[in-house]
């Protein structure tokens, strides 16, 4: 990945993760994690441009799911709890967003290193 790459990848990035924590402020279990689904397929899609590739959205919504399955799987109790705090009036929805974000900026960084690999063979 060149540094011209990162940088790109460093601002969609961002901007995604701050998206799906906007929809985790929601206090309602399960919505947080459909926002992180649509804002990482449309992250996914961004992130295969800046590396020279285009891919389409079921394809993209593949790799979002594939990248949020191995961040939950590496962070189980970040996931669990960030669906559990929004049970708890307002702290739990500022807890809920702060974790989509840790865990979006995570998973973004995966689909980023996996374009890198598809589309310029890199390892």
Known sequence: MTEEQKSKCHAIIHTHAA???AGNLVPIPGVGIAADLVTMTTMAIALAGVFGGNIGEEAAKGMAVAALKRTALKQPIKVISKEFAKLIPFAGSIIGAGVGVGLAEAAG????GDMDRKFNGNK
Do not use: M, R
């Open 109 to 112: 960084w995966a689909i980023a």
């Open 19 to 21: 998206a799906c924590g």
